[in-house]
């Protein structure tokens, strides 16, 4: 379990952030959506301790950051090591044995290369694959989906599904409505630094309805298209 209380976040003058209040449970996929520049990134960046914050995250495990995968939108990676160099370095951080890498590359990827010859998709499978392998019980996943190939899409989504039956907590950022609307038991809608609203699965398809009405409304006829 997380809870977040009070969460603000300002750079210089600028409030990103504006008394967040969210519980995340065990067992539990939790989607965040919003405009682009709404402050998501900059709430899973203070959620996953890489960020200074005011107000109060705290959980039910000892040391959150100990047990937290953060796969950030654009990865970042040393250029001048190889796929498997990087899951070997990440899974020891955490202690877990692992005896062959190869074995658990679902994404295919050539991990024997080095990162800098990856593709940006490649690079954010890498990232996935890294913190999955660590055996994490809090996943932050911001835009997981997005730049990846569609099999991979799909088996991201699974990926997720299985996190939600291992009672482990997931929590995602997309903008695609569909992968969040099949993966996710809540999603919140922030708006301007705060949290608009929280919806459960069974009103998943009233949100997007109105997200459409919202972010559609009468923009199209405005371009006059001819
Ligand atoms: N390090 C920083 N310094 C200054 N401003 C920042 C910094 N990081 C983020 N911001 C600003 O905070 C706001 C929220 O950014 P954030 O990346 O959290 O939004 P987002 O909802 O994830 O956007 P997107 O959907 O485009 O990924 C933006 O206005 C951004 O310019």
Redesign the pocket.
Known sequence: MIRIENLSKS??Q?K?LDCIDIEFNNGKVYGIV????????????CISGLETYEGNISSDVDNLKDTLGFLA?EPFFFSKITGKEYIRFLVNARQVKLTNIEDKNIFDLPLNQYISTYSTGMKKKLALTAILLQENKVFVL??PFNGVDIQSNLLITEIIKKLRELGKTAII?S?IFSTLAETCDEIFL?KS?RILKKVDRKDFADLEAEMKEFSIGNQIAKLELK
């Open positions: 750079f210089g600028k990103v919003g405009e682009n520049g709404v402050g998501k990134t900059t709430l899973f960046r939108t911001d835009e950022s903008h922030m630094g």
